[in-house]
């Protein structure tokens, strides 16, 4: 994405161009998700026992696993959108895991560099929006779940998640928060954390960019995050503070993908021959489709999202 492209957003401060999100700086030591571990560890935020550079080769992945223990998890280090990953159980697994995920990663972010984990088995997906602007002001706009995933892409994401308990609630914000101060964040950006059982917190990676799922924060705080972030882009201060947020109500959010469920759920590209869209109050829809539209084979399969928002979950 040139969203997370931090060569594309230093030509565009080197042109004079504003680009609408954080400085090249600041993309490059987060949108690389080793580099970015390596901050979070410095800044203080738990992280999943991993590697601390980049892995080359199955023969040093190995090793690596060896001192991790098994079963672990390897994710392209330039990667993202659930690409570049897979899960070896032992040792057994590894090379085929390896080779499999680099191919990927260098198919999609053309660097087949992996960085290794542990694995932790059926864990929450909770992340936590954040805004930042060039005068230091960090705010959190509370938590998102989005644990509903098919092969590591978000299906069902909703706010408030009905795991989270006010303490954990008050712990992962403040070290979203602390970790946006420490970078200089500026623009709207999203810490993401897996959450274990009992409630544990390991970041996971950061989006340096809105995401698809914004709509449900939106929604619950009545903040409209696009806007704020071209306030942020134009100079200008966040217009609210922390203590004015509060979250009223509760949203979900599906994804509307075009797939062939007879196949795996594949994208399936092709022409929309008729379209006809929900509405109706707490109902909202965001979408470029129409009827007659051509969804193309070049990007993700995702044509539109259905927002819900009611008094209660």
Same mark, same amino acid.
């Given at each position: =994405?040139?969203?997370?492209?931090?060569?594309?957003?230093?030509?565009?401060?080197?042109?004079?161009?504003?680009?609408?999100?954080?400085?090249?700086?600041?993309?490059?030591?987060?949108?690389?998700?080793?580099?970015?571990?390596?901050?979070?560890?410095?800044?203080?935020?738990?992280?999943?026992?991993?590697?601390?550079?980049?892995?080359?080769?199955?023969? !040093?992945?190995?090793?690596?696993?060896?001192?991790?223990?098994?079963?672990?998890?390897?994710?392209?280090?330039?990667?993202?959108?659930?690409?570049?990953?897979?899960?070896?159980?032992?040792?057994?697994?590894?090379?085929?895991?390896?080779?499999?995920? #680099?191919?990927?990663?260098?198919?999609?972010?053309?660097?087949?560099?992996?960085? &290794?984990?542990?694995?932790? +088995?059926?864990?929450?997906?909770?992340?936590?929006?954040?805004?930042?602007?060039?005068?230091?002001?960090?705010? +959190?706009?509370?938590?998102?779940?989005?644990?509903?995933?098919?092969?590591?892409? !978000?299906?069902? $994401?909703?706010?408030?998640?009905?795991?989270?308990?006010? $303490?954990?609630?008050?712990?992962?914000?403040?070290?979203?928060?602390?970790?946006?101060?420490?970078?200089?964040?500026?623009?709207?950006?999203?810490?993401?954390?897996?959450?274990?059982?009992?409630?544990?917190?390991?970041?996971?990676? &950061?989006?340096?960019?809105?995401?698809?799922?914004?709509?449900?924060?939106?929604?619950?705080?009545?903040?409209? =995050?696009?806007?704020?972030?071209?306030?942020?882009?134009?100079?200008?201060?966040?217009?609210?503070?922390?203590?004015?947020?509060? &979250?009223?109500? +509760?949203?979900?959010?599906?994804?509307?993908? *075009?797939?062939?469920?007879?196949?795996?759920?594949?994208?399936?590209?092709?022409?929309?021959? #008729?379209? +006809?869209?929900?509405?109706?109050?707490?109902?909202?829809?965001? #979408?470029? *489709?129409?009827?007659?539209?051509?969804?193309?084979?070049?990007?993700?399969? &995702?044509?539109? !999202? =259905?927002?819900?928002?009611?008094?209660?979950?």
């Amino acid at each position: =994405l040139l969203s997370e492209n931090s060569r594309f957003a230093e030509l565009c401060e080197k042109c004079g161009i504003i680009f609408i999100g954080p400085g090249s700086d600041v993309i490059a030591k987060l949108g690389n998700k080793q580099e970015a571990r390596n901050t979070m560890v410095a800044a203080g935020v738990p992280v999943i026992p991993g590697t601390k550079e980049a892995v080359y080769d199955p023969k !040093k992945g190995a090793e690596e696993a060896g001192r991790i223990g098994y079963p672990v998890m390897l994710k392209a280090a330039s990667g993202g959108g659930g690409k570049g990953i897979r899960v070896a159980l032992s040792v057994k697994d590894l090379k085929d895991a390896y080779d499999s995920a #680099s191919a990927e990663a260098i198919a999609n972010f053309g660097d087949g560099r992996l960085y &290794m984990e542990k694995y932790i +088995h059926n864990p929450r997906h909770i992340e936590v929006q954040i805004l930042g602007d060039s005068l230091g002001n960090v705010v +959190h706009l509370f938590e998102r779940e989005c644990s509903v995933q098919r092969r590591h892409q !978000k299906l069902i $994401e909703e706010c408030p998640s009905a795991f989270v308990t006010p $303490e954990l609630r008050e712990k992962m914000t403040s070290a979203a928060v602390a970790l946006a101060k420490r970078v200089g964040y500026r623009s709207a950006g999203t810490i993401e954390f897996l959450v274990d059982n009992d409630r544990n917190f390991y970041f996971c990676e &950061m989006n340096t960019r809105i995401q698809v799922e914004h709509p449900v924060t939106e929604q619950v705080t009545g903040v409209d =995050l696009v806007c704020e972030q071209l306030r942020i882009a134009a100079g200008e201060p966040i217009s609210f503070k922390q203590e004015d947020l509060v &979250m009223r109500g +509760h949203a979900i959010e599906c994804r509307i993908n *075009a797939e062939d469920p007879s196949r795996n759920f594949a994208p399936c590209p092709g022409t929309l021959v #008729s379209l +006809h869209l929900p509405g109706g109050p707490g109902v909202r829809v965001d #979408s470029a *489709a129409y009827q007659g539209y051509k969804i193309p084979p070049f990007y993700a399969s &995702m044509i539109g !999202k =259905l927002i819900v928002y009611g008094s209660d979950r």
